[in-house]
């Protein structure tokens, strides 16, 4: 079955280091996307490709970097500089074209102790 | 203010009707959506409306859109107890890349 998987679900981290969130779709849809979900804000964007090696800042781009070598990888890397870091990470694809309907994987739990 | 407003919470009986409201600010948004959430996974599509059109239904969900107003009502008709979850309203223009700017849910709670 064709989807979105994104790892790991939960992730805990040490204020001060680096986490990477891992996202895969097999859908062949060209554009990937990462949403931040904080509880009563909704979804805000970090970071979306729309074609392999490009990508542009969302709304909140600072404290996170991505990178799109493949059509079907989207990694989120959390950095350090990131100064609240705990939250719900969504990714999500779409193909070209159309109503642009995204399809969401089941989201990365992170936790900085 | 936002993009997209939506009232937080909204509680119903089990068997009566669900109206979650929605309103937007961009006069141009093409694209109105309305994503679902259960706890602990991501969104999930529901239905969409173009903006050239006032109301769409599938099955139990009726969709409604003033245009003038920029008001996006979703109707559940007969609610469940597994309507319990977020209910995301959206929109998207051209301006905007077509990627959708989402408000910040719906709780919809359905009492038994």
């Known amino acids: 079955d064709g989807g979105i998987t994104q790892s790991p679900k939960y992730l805990f981290r040490k204020e001060g280091q680096n986490v990477t969130l891992s996202c895969e779709q097999n859908?062949?849809?060209?554009?990937m996307y990462w949403y931040r979900q904080d509880p009563g804000q909704g979804l805000r964007l970090i970071y979306y490709?729309?074609?392999?090696?490009?990508?542009q800042k969302g709304d909140i781009a600072e404290g996170y970097s991505v990178s799109r070598e493949k059509k079907e990888s989207f990694p989120l890397t959390v950095t350090s500089a990131q100064k609240n870091p705990t939250a719900f990470y969504l990714c999500?694809?779409?193909?070209?074209?159309?109503?642009?309907?995204?399809?969401f994987g089941a989201g990365s739990r992170l936790t900085v102790l | 203010g936002e993009d997209v407003e939506q009232s937080l919470f909204l509680s119903v009986r089990e068997g009566d009707s669900s109206v979650i409201n929605c309103t937007y600010t961009?006069?141009?948004?093409?694209?109105l959506y309305w994503y679902k959430q259960e706890p602990g996974a991501g969104l999930q599509l529901l239905t969409y409306?173009?903006?050239?059109?006032d109301m769409k239904q599938d099955q139990r969900l009726t969709v409604l859109l003033n245009k003038k107003d920029k008001h996006l009502s979703l109707r559940i008709a007969d609610t469940q107890t597994g309507d319990s979850a977020i209910y995301f309203c959206?929109?998207?223009?051209?301006?905007?890349?077509?990627?959708?700017?989402f408000g910040r849910g719906t709780s919809l709670i359905v009492h038994p």
């Open positions: 959206a929109e998207s223009s051209s301006g905007g890349s077509y990627i959708p700017t």
């Open positions: 859908l062949n849809h060209d554009a």
């Open positions: 961009d006069s141009s948004s093409t694209y």
């Open positions: 409306i173009f903006s050239n059109m």
């Open positions: 999500a694809s779409s193909p070209t074209g159309g109503a642009n309907v995204l399809t």
């Open positions: 490709s729309q074609i392999v090696n490009d990508f």
